[in-house]
C-alpha cells in the first residue's frame, strides 16, 4: 500500500516480441502511478522457447529502458516465462490486463488465446482492439478502448478504469 491506498495491478500478458514496443505502456504506467498506485507487471519477458537475436536485443531494450528512470523502476516488474499450469495465479491476483496489438492484417486475422483466459479470470481488459475478440468484448461492454498508442492515451485509458470500480464490476459480469 502506498499511503494507504491499495496498489493496483496491472498485467501485461503479451511477452516481450519484436512487434511489440512496450515503452509507451511502462511511461504510461508511470503516469498513471502519479493519481493511482500501481504495479505494471510484464509476464513472459524472456521466452526460453526463442534465443533469436531480435527476441533477445527486444528484451534488453526494455530491460534497459525501464532501468534509465526511478519512476520506472518502482512501477514496472519484469517477470520471465510463466508455466502454462501457473498462469491463472496471474489472471486472479491482476485488477485488470492491458491488451495492446499492432494495426494490420496479422492482427484483423489474431485469434488471440491469451483473451480467453482474461474472459474466464473475468479480468477487465484495456485494448486499442482491431483483432475479432477484442472487438466482441469492446462491444459488449466488457473491455475499454485505448484511443490511441501514446503514453498519455493508454494511462488516461487506464487510469479511467481503475478509479471507477463500478464499471469494472460491470465488465466482469459482461465478460460471460
Known amino acids: 500500500d502506498r499511503v494507504g491506498k491499495k496498489v493496483k495491478k496491472i498485467l501485461w500478458f503479451g511477452g516481450i516480441y519484436?512487434?511489440?514496443?512496450?515503452?509507451?505502456?511502462v511511461k504510461a504506467a508511470a503516469q498513471v502511478n502519479e493519481e493511482t498506485p500501481v504495479t505494471l507487471?510484464?509476464?513472459g519477458a524472456k521466452n526460453p522457447f526463442n534465443n533469436h537475436p531480435d527476441f533477445i536485443r527486444r528484451y534488453e531494450e526494455l530491460e534497459s529502458f525501464i532501468a534509465s528512470d526511478k519512476k520506472f523502476q518502482d512501477v514496472v516488474?519484469?517477470?520471465d516465462w510463466v508455466?502454462?499450469?501457473d498462469r491463472a495465479d496471474w489472471y486472479l491476483d491482476s485488477d485488470l490486463v492491458v491488451v495492446i496489438n499492432k494495426i494490420g492484417d496479422e492482427n484483423k486475422l489474431a485469434w488471440r488465446t491469451r483473451l480467453v483466459d482474461f474472459m474466464w479470470a473475468s479480468l477487465p481488459v484495456v485494448t486499442n482492439g482491431g483483432d475479432p475478440l477484442g472487438e466482441q468484448l469492446l462491444a459488449n461492454?466488457?473491455?475499454a478502448?485505448?484511443?490511441g498508442l501514446e503514453s498519455q492515451d493508454i494511462s488516461k485509458a487506464?487510469?479511467?478504469l481503475l478509479v471507477n470500480a463500478k464499471t469494472m464490476e460491470v465488465m466482469r459480469k459482461n465478460m460471460s
Open 141 to 143: 461492454n466488457a473491455a
Open 145 to 147: 478502448r485505448i484511443m
Open 18 to 25: 519484436p512487434w511489440f514496443d512496450l515503452r509507451n505502456l
Open 83 to 85: 508455466n502454462f499450469d
Open 41 to 43: 507487471t510484464i509476464v
Open 158 to 160: 487506464i487510469n479511467e
Open 77 to 79: 516488474h519484469i517477470q
